[in-house]
């Protein structure tokens, strides 16, 4: 499995700043977990970031959010505005994209992947691997809890797993990343409902057996269809709108096409998000616009507005600067401030 690398430039202006950070591989967006640094400056700051890729280009601008009428009870000052289509799904098992957005904040997995592609620790505290490869035994957190309180076990790491592979949940990309475990191609193939390759050795140890040693299989745990969902609310009517997870926000609302609102988990497992807020603007307009009107701190540019945005006459220009961010990360690191 190889991972793409993008180059990232970011324009920004402004005198105040919000450290935060995001919990795993979130891609490209905002889960503002402090586990890793990222940099918030409220308004009236602004930030204008473009990212383009080694293969494709694509630029993201960041700006302070202005206040909307029909959110008067978030604080600007401890909330990130975003621009987001309507999500596919927020299932884990289901998704086709990266971690990024909504779901990956609501949700997490085994472990995560740092700004340089390496593994680091998520749900699971720590892990060891046999000499041969084939046997993986994650030591889970004892301070994990759902969104509701339930406290997070191994069984949940089993469930969630077993449910991405019954071919009645219909996930597209459950062979690709968990194809690896043993017995779970029987489940795919609907021959049986348990993965004979798991077994929960008590509540915070899990046992995995591989069919083979797969040197990148921590990696492959990264990605949402190795993360852990609610089996007592998970499959029930509507559940995507009420999703009970473990990441660093809950979701507070969803109105379809229009907005979604995230608030932040203050039990969350490694340290409370610095902001309270993640608003998702989900309606049409024209993202550029949103952005130097101030609705939205995040958007992409390309094309025409690339070229406009690197003129050194745009007054955006001279707040421009570059880092290099994995493509399939949600790490964004962390900017010193510059004033205008």
Avoid at 57 to 70: G, H, I, W, Y
Avoid at 188 to 202: C, M, N, P, V, Y
Wanted: contains cysteine.
């Amino acid at each position: 499995m190889s991972l793409k690398k993008k180059r990232n430039t970011e324009l920004r202006r402004g005198d105040a700043e919000v450290h935060r950070e995001f919990s795993v591989l979130r891609v490209h967006l905002v889960t503002l977990s402090p586990c890793h640094p990222f940099t918030f400056h409220p308004f009236p700051l602004l930030w204008l970031i473009a990212i383009s890729f080694l293969l494709l280009s694509c630029q993201l601008v960041t700006n302070a959010p202005q206040l909307l009428q029909e959110n008067a009870d978030i604080d600007r000052d401890d909330a990130i505005f975003l621009l987001g289509g309507q999500p596919r799904t927020l299932d884990p098992a289901k998704t086709i994209g990266g971690p990024d957005g909504p779901l990956g904040h609501i949700f997490s997995g085994l472990v995560m992947l740092d700004t340089d592609l390496q593994v680091q620790p998520e749900l699971a505290a720590g892990w060891e691997v046999s000499d041969d490869g084939l046997t993986y035994t994650f030591y889970l957190r004892k301070n994990v809890l759902f969104h509701d309180g339930r406290p997070f076990t191994a069984q949940d790491v089993i469930f969630s797993w077993e449910r991405a592979a019954n071919p009645d949940t219909g996930s597209d990309t459950v062979q690709t990343y968990l194809g690896d475990v043993a017995g779970i191609q029987a489940v795919i193939d609907g021959e049986t409902e348990q993965i004979s390759g798991l077994r929960a050795i008590d509540d915070y140890t899990l046992e995995v057996q591989l069919t083979a040693p797969v040197v990148y299989f921590l990696q492959k745990l990264a990605y949402p269809v190795a993360f852990v969902v609610d089996s007592e609310t998970v499959d029930t009517r509507n559940w995507e709108y009420t999703p009970n997870g473990t990441g660093p926000f809950r979701l507070q609302s969803w109105v379809d096409d229009e907005q979604i609102i995230l608030e932040r988990n203050d039990s969350y497992y490694l340290e409370p998000a610095r902001v309270r807020h993640v608003v998702y603007d989900l309606g049409p307009g024209l993202a550029l616009s949103q952005y130097e009107e101030g609705d939205i701190d995040l958007v992409g540019v390309g094309g025409a507005n690339l070229d406009r945005v690197e003129d050194p006459n745009n007054r955006l220009h001279d707040q421009l600067a570059a880092w290099r961010q994995p493509l399939h990360q949600h790490h964004w690191p962390e900017y010193p401030t510059r004033p205008v």
